[in-house]
């Protein structure tokens, strides 16, 4: 069983700045992949970003030069920050840890851009 512990989500104005934090914990093995996804009301759940072992990254056009993704390996933790909010960021952000050829998923933790 895996667990993850999601934190940083909020009310943020439009224009500023978030950082998520999200912990892998349990039966893991070798974590291949983390990353970040999002589902806003109505929408599909889309990639954010990602990020390998070697520190490989992977963006949505959407999010590139504004989101940073990193990860602390020996925590099993993944971070996203989020600079230069848009109202069209808001969504509940997913966090995931691939290893074994599955794909873990933590609860969500929702980032609301408003003013």
């Known amino acids: 069983q895996v667990q993850f512990v999601e934190s940083g989500g909020g009310l943020v104005q439009p224009g500023g700045s978030l950082r998520l934090s999200c912990a892998a914990s349990?039966?893991?093995?070798?974590?291949?992949?983390m990353g970040w996804y999002r589902q806003a009301p109505g929408k599909q759940r889309g990639l954010v970003a990602t990020?390998?072992?070697?520190?490989?990254?992977n963006y949505a056009d959407s999010v590139k030069g504004r989101f940073t993704i990193s990860r602390d390996n020996a925590k099993n933790t993944v971070y996203l920050q989020m600079n230069s909010l848009k109202r069209e960021d808001t969504a509940v952000y997913y966090c995931?840890?691939?290893?074994?050829?599955?794909?873990?998923w933590g609860k969500g933790t929702l980032v609301t851009v408003s003013s």
């Open positions: 995931y840890a691939a290893f074994g050829g599955i794909m873990y």
């Open positions: 349990g039966s893991i093995g070798s974590i291949y992949r």
């Open positions: 990020i390998g072992n070697g520190d490989s990254t």
